[in-house]
């Protein structure tokens, strides 16, 4: 993947702009003859993006929703924007760039910080008692 930026705007929003390349080996059997950039691929460098600025590993995250709106071909670029709520969770958009009225949103969705198990969070507690 090509990383072209990571910005941080005034909103608290963060941005990551990058592009699918034309070679990626998704596009071989999605679909050979007319492409489109399968959506596991776009979650997946939605969930990079989140855990490179966040520190938490993806393990952590679960997808509380998800739409896909609108197909991506090979070799657009995209802007993944991401912003955290007070609660923790996480909601996130990835545009299709252009002029900034004519970005088009291809993925909006929801990540939500998993539960820890009650028996961690007493082992936890536990330990540092001691």
């Keep these: 993947m090509k990383l072209n930026a990571t910005i941080e705007n005034a909103a608290m ?4 702009a990058l592009s699918i390349p034309t070679n990626h080996p998704a596009f071989a059997g999605h ?5 489109i950039v399968p959506g596991v691929v776009l979650l997946d460098e939605v969930m990079h ?3 490179t600025d966040t520190g938490l590993p993806a393990t952590d995250w679960q997808v509380s929703s998800v739409k896909f709106l609108s197909p991506l071909k090979p070799g657009e670029s995209i802007i ?3 912003e ?5 969770a ?6 299709c760039e252009g002029l900034e009225k004519d970005s088009r949103k291809i993925v909006v969705g929801n990540l939500t910080l998993k ?12 330990d540092s008692e001691k």
Excluded at 84 to 88: D, E, F, H, P
Excluded at 90 to 95: A, D
């Design 31 to 35: 679909f050979p003859s007319t492409p």
């Design 49 to 51: 993006a989140i855990v």
């Design 90 to 95: 996480i909601k996130f958009e990835v545009l």
């Design 115 to 126: 539960s820890k198990p009650l028996t961690t969070q007493l082992t936890k507690s536990l």
């Design 13 to 16: 929003k963060k941005q990551k």
């Design 84 to 88: 955290q709520s007070a609660n923790g």
């Design 80 to 82: 993944i924007e991401h």
